[in-house]
């Protein structure tokens, strides 16, 4: 019996590789399976397998051009939107040198670029080309940069004639990715994440604050939210749209920050503090704006702000729920201070990264260390840290993937 795939919407993307022909098998399995399969082929995919043939099995138009001048374009914004996971497979070299340097030149590449969703990639192609550096550093980037999931192609006989590296996936193996990725394995955990800066008030107009973008926590709560948990994330001010299905509760303080989590962190399963809270707060907020006065100088008192994390670690004493997550910013050894912060706050979980790539990089270096041991995730995306995160959440949720 093959896996349920009931209403999942899936975009099957198909590029120029002879392993084409399989994606038609495939097809037919997602079908099977109850997926809605909406494909789109590249220009050269059409030299290997026939649109008609791809529509036949899939019941849906197939897409190949940008513009099509024949049918109403699928927009490569349209087209993302509906879908809960885009699968490539075959994924050619190119298609993959084209997705890792951020080409929109065709269809497939532009509906990749701008879809927000999990990317599956299937690679096929000749041994020297999968060993080739260039692609290589292009599947290392997409993996971790991009937060892509890769089925590492088989070994065998090649259609170039050849035995090597490079054959496609077999498609059982294909499945296997897809539903492991889409499995649901956060099912009704409750999980609060924090994210963002706090936001200091020192009269109506002036605050103290600090450079959070809220990423890391916004990435954390898209992807358990896309696992299936029940996600509320209390965020600090920024510039990012709220997650789809996640229950986002704006606070601007410190203050405010701890009233919001202290407040609902009896009902839920866990709790990840990714917010960089502020530790002090001006002692007092000006009702009105302050004036320049007449000193050169001027002295704002500070007071320390509560511990959030500190007050979760004693609130869960020696239970197991909440499973309590924190973030350490380090600028030197990651692993002795994620330790040493995770005693100190009775957490479970301390994630320590990089205080020059969590502020402006698009990928971190980060340890996870809990009772069991210490991950080092390397340089991954927000994504894949994430991803990582949570299945050590899930872990100690009784949760596997
Ligand atoms: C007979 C034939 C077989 C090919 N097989 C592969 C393949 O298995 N993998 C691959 O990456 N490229 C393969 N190519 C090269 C691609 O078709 C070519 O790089 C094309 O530009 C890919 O376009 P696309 O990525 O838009 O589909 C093959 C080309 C030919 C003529």
Same mark, same amino acid.
């Given at each position: 019996?093959?896996?349920?795939?009931?209403?999942?919407?899936?975009?099957?993307?198909?590029?120029?590789?002879?392993?084409?022909?399989?994606?038609?098998?495939?097809?037919?399995?997602?079908?099977?399976?109850?997926?809605?399969?909406?494909?789109?082929?590249?220009?050269?995919?059409?030299?290997?397998?026939?649109?008609?043939?791809?529509?036949?099995?899939?019941?849906?138009?197939?897409?190949?051009?940008?513009?099509?001048?024949?049918?109403?374009?699928?927009?490569?914004?349209?087209?993302? #939107?509906?879908?809960?996971?885009? @699968?490539? $497979?075959?994924?050619?070299?190119?298609?993959?040198?084209?997705?890792?340097?951020?080409?929109?030149?065709?269809?497939?590449?532009?509906?990749?670029?701008?879809?927000?969703?999990?990317?599956?990639?299937?690679?096929?192609?000749?041994?020297?080309?999968?060993?080739?550096?260039?692609?290589?550093?292009?599947?290392? &980037?997409?993996?971790?940069?991009?937060?892509?999931?890769?089925?590492?192609?088989?070994?065998?006989?090649?259609?170039?004639?050849?035995?090597?590296?490079?054959?496609?996936?077999?498609?059982?193996?294909?499945?296997?990715?897809?539903?492991?990725?889409?499995?649901?394995?956060?099912?009704?955990?409750?999980?609060?994440?924090?994210?963002?800066?706090?936001?200091?008030?020192?009269?109506?107009?002036?605050?103290?604050?600090?450079?959070?973008?809220?990423?890391?926590?916004?990435?954390?709560?898209?992807? #358990?939210?896309?696992?299936? $948990?029940?996600?509320?994330?209390?965020?600090?001010?920024?510039?990012?749209?709220?997650?789809?299905?996640?229950?986002?509760?704006?606070?601007?303080?410190?203050?405010?920050?701890?009233?919001?989590?202290?407040?609902?962190?009896?009902?839920?399963?866990?709790?990840?503090?990714?917010?960089?809270?502020?530790?002090?707060?001006?002692?007092?907020?000006?009702?009105?704006?302050?004036?320049?006065?007449?000193?050169?100088?001027?002295?704002?008192? @500070?007071?320390?702000?509560?511990?959030? @994390?500190?007050?979760?670690?004693?609130?869960?004493?020696?239970?197991?729920?909440?499973?309590?997550?924190?973030?350490? @910013?380090?600028?030197?050894?990651?692993?002795?201070?994620?330790?040493?912060?995770?005693?100190?706050?009775?957490?479970?979980?301390?994630?320590?990264?990089?205080?020059?790539?969590?502020?402006?990089?698009?990928?971190?270096?980060?340890?996870?260390?809990?009772? &069991?041991?210490?991950?080092?995730?390397?340089?991954?995306?927000?994504?894949?840290?994430?991803?990582?995160?949570?299945?050590?959440?899930? #872990?100690?949720?009784?949760?596997?993937?």
């Amino acid at each position: 019996m093959g896996p349920d795939l009931k209403n999942v919407k899936i975009l099957l993307g198909v590029t120029g590789g002879i392993a084409a022909y399989k994606s038609a098998e495939l097809c037919r399995h997602l079908v099977k399976s109850g997926a809605r399969v909406q494909v789109i082929m590249s220009d050269a995919a059409c030299r290997f397998i026939t649109p008609l043939t791809m529509e036949t099995l899939s019941g849906q138009p197939v897409h190949v051009q940008m513009f099509d001048p024949a049918r109403r374009p699928l927009t490569h914004i349209e087209a993302p #939107a509906e879908a809960d996971i885009l @699968l490539v $497979a075959p994924a050619t070299a190119d298609y993959l040198a084209r997705c890792a340097t951020g080409r929109a030149s065709d269809l497939i590449s532009a509906v990749t670029l701008a879809f927000a969703g999990p990317v599956l990639a299937a690679p096929a192609m000749n041994t020297n080309m999968w060993r080739n550096p260039a692609t290589v550093r292009n599947l290392h &980037t997409l993996r971790d940069e991009h937060g892509w999931h890769i089925v590492a192609p088989g070994s065998g006989e090649l259609a170039c004639g050849t035995v090597g590296e490079g054959r496609l996936a077999d498609t059982d193996d294909i499945l296997r990715a897809l539903t492991g990725l889409l499995r649901k394995d956060l099912n009704g955990l409750r999980i609060l994440v924090t994210a963002g800066p706090t936001v200091e008030d020192l009269d109506p107009v002036r605050f103290i604050s600090n450079r959070s973008s809220g990423r890391t926590g916004y990435a954390i709560a898209a992807m #358990a939210a896309r696992r299936g $948990a029940d996600v509320t994330l209390v965020s600090g001010p920024v510039s990012l749209p709220a997650p789809p299905r996640v229950t986002r509760v704006p606070v601007r303080s410190a203050l405010e920050m701890e009233q919001a989590v202290l407040g609902r962190a009896a009902d839920m399963d866990v709790i990840v503090m990714a917010a960089a809270v502020a530790d002090y707060r001006p002692e007092t907020s000006a009702p009105q704006k302050i004036k320049k006065g007449t000193d050169d100088t001027m002295t704002v008192k @500070l007071v320390k702000n509560p511990d959030i @994390l500190l007050a979760l670690g004693r609130l869960r004493g020696t239970s197991d729920r909440p499973v309590v997550a924190g973030f350490a @910013l380090e600028t030197e050894h990651l692993v002795e201070n994620a330790q040493k912060k995770r005693a100190q706050k009775n957490a479970h979980i301390i994630v320590a990264n990089l205080a020059q790539d969590a502020l402006d990089g698009d990928t971190t270096r980060a340890v996870i260390v809990d009772d &069991t041991g210490e991950t080092d995730t390397g340089g991954v995306s927000k994504e894949a840290l994430a991803d990582r995160l949570l299945d050590i959440c899930a #872990a100690r949720c009784g949760r596997s993937r």
